[in-house]
């Protein structure tokens, strides 16, 4: 691929919303996102990036984050720069395809439409795990355990002591409903 040949294949995806921001780099905005294309100065090698969130609010996600860098983003990466989590592709520019980089480019946009819901599903589904193996070497039932938990709530140690009895149920079937169907699992 050359870089002449990067605009066609932005504005096949994207229309007209193409910015050309200095030779080697544009910005395309879509919904809720700003994709950059930068290429290396020598223009030999591309990069595409999207903001996903701050660094801030994906550190706790830091272990979840680096498991789907060797196991799910494919061709893109996540990244830290600059106090933001990255979704990132880079690829040399002479071995990369106009199907390469569309691949790369809709990879980049399911990652950052994603957020972090699938790293705090993977977080929270771990310490349930944990939750369930505890309860057991305990040798509680699931029913024990979903009576401690829902006594936890009432008392405040976990949620909020001004939690509607309503906002307890919705938060006590959530539990219900992980706790039964991991409890066979562990």
């Known amino acids: 691929m050359t870089p002449v040949e990067i605009t066609p294949v932005l504005s096949d995806l994207f229309g007209s919303g193409i910015q050309v921001l200095a030779p080697g780099s544009w ?5 809720n996102a700003r994709l950059l294309i930068l290429l290396s100065d020598d223009q030999s090698w591309l990069r595409a990036l999207v903001s996903i969130a701050p660094a801030e609010d994906a550190l706790p996600f830091l272990p979840q984050l680096m498991g789907a860098n060797f196991d799910e983003t494919q061709e893109a990466r996540y990244a830290l720069q600059e106090n933001v989590l990255w979704g990132v592709f880079q690829h040399s520019l002479e071995s990369l395809t106009s199907t390469d980089l569309e691949a790369a480019i809709a990879r980049l946009m399911a990652l950052q439409q994603q957020g972090l819901s699938q790293p705090f599903s993977q977080m929270a589904e771990a310490q349930i795990r944990q939750i369930i193996r505890a309860a057991k070497q305990q040798g509680q039932s699931l029913e024990a355990t979903l009576q401690n ?35 066979a699992e562990e």
């Open 27 to 31: 910005q395309v905005e879509v919904a």
């Open 149 to 183: 938990l829902e006594r936890l709530y009432r008392e405040g140690v976990m949620g909020t002591m001004d939690q509607t009895a309503e906002q307890r149920e919705v938060v006590m079937s959530a539990w219900r409903y992980q706790l039964e169907r991991l409890w």
